[in-house]
């Protein structure tokens, strides 16, 4: 089985920072890319950030130049490192990944459980 293991999720101050991690685990042929969604109260769910395997990243407008998103691909790890965190920030963060599991022929999306981020003074 694959899944994608979430952590960094807290309670911060607006202007605060906080680190998500998420590690690909299971039985894992190659990783594609990985990234990071996140859904707040009576909104989509929207794409935060993603990390290809050549390198390639994507980050939304609202989190450009404040949040950074980075790769362990030795160890199949994507980081979220989250700075001058705004009150908007405060959502649900859910990991994202296109795996390839070994023996499979074809790569399937995998989804974290999912941690919560609050920004509140």
Do not use: H
Not at 30 to 38: D, E, K, L, S
Not at 63 to 75: C, H, Q
Not at 89 to 113: E, H, K, M
């Amino acid at each position: 089985q694959v899944q994608l293991v979430e952590s960094g999720g807290g309670l911060v101050q607006p202007g605060g920072s906080l680190r998500l991690s998420c590690a690909a685990a299971g039985s894992i042929d190659t990783v594609y890319v990985m990234g990071w969604y996140r859904q707040a109260p009576g909104n989509q769910r929207e794409l935060v950030a993603d990390i290809t395997l050549s390198g390639r990243t994507n980050l939304a407008d609202s989190v450009r130049g404040r949040f950074t998103i980075s790769r362990d691909y030795t160890k199949n790890i994507v980081y979220l490192e989250m700075n001058s965190l705004k009150l908007e920030d405060t959502a649900v963060y859910y990991c994202n990944a296109g795996i390839r599991p070994t023996f499979a022929t074809s790569p399937s999306l995998y989804w974290g459980q999912g941690t919560q981020v609050t920004v509140s003074s």
